[in-house]
């Protein structure tokens, strides 16, 4: 007759196993599973999740709005002038 | 801590509280990025009504002046900011914050810039309507409220922050109404305060008072757009410091903040 092996934590081995992380197949403690989006992870792949995230380029953002402001710059000074001389000609 | 409603005067009454907290020396510093800009306005409203119809051929000369006007325009948004930051700061912590107020993120002051020079730009153009600036003075003051939730730059999600604050229109355009109110009073005041200075000086000999007279008279079409400007400048921290409220308040209301607070104070007490 064979046991079945006592499926253990990987962080913390005096603890019984209780999910799978997801992203790297490791076993999880009650404490070291954290379930993102109703899936678990561990802390390290969590982190790297986040990470990855922050990380995310935004640069299409930064060059429309940075593009878009110095556009208006310009275009708002020009209706300065037009809408001016418009109303000093009706004064 | 906040208890009371989202009101109008429960709004004016938090931000001139906590103005007068940070008013040193956050209010000054919000005053100083703000008086090159209005003056500026007031010298390129001086020198177009002096043009007059002869304004349509000195079209480079104003564009000149309008072209310093923007410049001073971004500073003015960039100590905007600061200010509202301060506000910020104050109403979480409950004190006076520290150099902090100055770390306001370049995505955040990025953002503002494209808003309010869009809506800079809609209003200068409707000018004419009246109603139309008020509705841009009131969308500016919504913007820089939500200003600091801004964590990316984006075109449309400033306008879409606006527009979820937005939906308590009454109490936004009742805050508006009474800073046009008090804009006249300020106006008032500030021409008070150079007639005091005046009639204060005219005891000292020696100097040449009834030029002096000349100048700061209602007449004088440059001391109407000097003493506008400086109505302006002097109630730019209240305005700031009373859409930051509001934004605030509005914000705690909707997301039910402001229960969890007051449960959690009763809890302690």
């Known amino acids: ?91 | 801590m906040i208890r009371a409603p989202l009101s109008t005067s429960s709004v004016l009454d938090e931000a001139a509280e906590t103005v007068r907290k940070v008013a040193s020396p956050w209010a000054a510093l919000s005053i100083v990025t703000a008086l090159p800009y209005r003056f500026a306005q007031a010298v390129f409203a001086d020198r177009l009504i002096q043009l007059g119809i002869d304004a349509q051929h000195r079209a480079n000369y104003l564009l000149m002046l309008a072209g310093w006007t923007m410049a001073a325009f971004v500073v003015s948004r960039w100590g905007r900011l600061v200010f509202a930051r301060a506000v910020r700061l104050a109403v979480e912590s409950g004190r006076a914050p520290g150099a902090a107020a100055l770390r306001v993120r370049f995505t955040v002051l990025l953002d503002y810039l494209y808003v309010s020079l869009f809506l800079e730009c809609v209003s200068i153009a409707t000018l004419m309507t009246c109603l139309a600036p008020l509705l841009c003075t009131i969308v500016t003051g919504l913007a820089v409220g939500t200003a600091e939730s801004n964590d990316r730059p984006s075109l449309a999600a400033p306008f879409r922050r606006i527009a979820k604050i937005g939906t308590n229109v009454r109490t936004a355009t009742a805050v508006a109404l009474v800073f046009v109110c008090a804009a006249a009073v300020a106006a008032v005041n500030v021409a008070g305060a150079f007639g005091a200075g005046l009639w204060l000086g005219s005891a000292i000999g020696g100097w040449d008072a009834q030029r002096w007279m000349l100048i700061v008279s209602p007449s004088n079409r440059r001391f109407i757009l000097t003493v506008i400007a400086g109505a302006l400048v002097a109630l730019e921290p209240f305005w700031v410091g009373a859409y930051v409220t509001f934004v605030r308040k509005a914000g705690v209301v909707e997301s039910g903040d402001d229960l969890r607070q007051w449960f959690e104070e009763l809890r302690s007490a």
């Open chain 1, 1 to 91: 007759m064979t046991t079945q092996p006592i499926r253990v934590c990987a962080f913390h081995d005096q603890r019984p196993a209780f999910a799978v992380c997801m992203s790297c197949a490791k076993l999880l403690c009650q404490e070291c599973a954290s379930q993102w989006d109703g899936i678990w992870h561990c802390s390290p792949c969590l982190a790297a999740k986040r990470t990855a995230i922050h990380s995310e380029s935004h640069a299409g953002g930064w060059i429309a709005v940075s593009a878009v402001s110095i556009l208006l710059l310009f275009v708002c000074a020009k209706v300065m002038v037009w809408t001016g001389a418009l109303l000093a000609g009706l004064l």
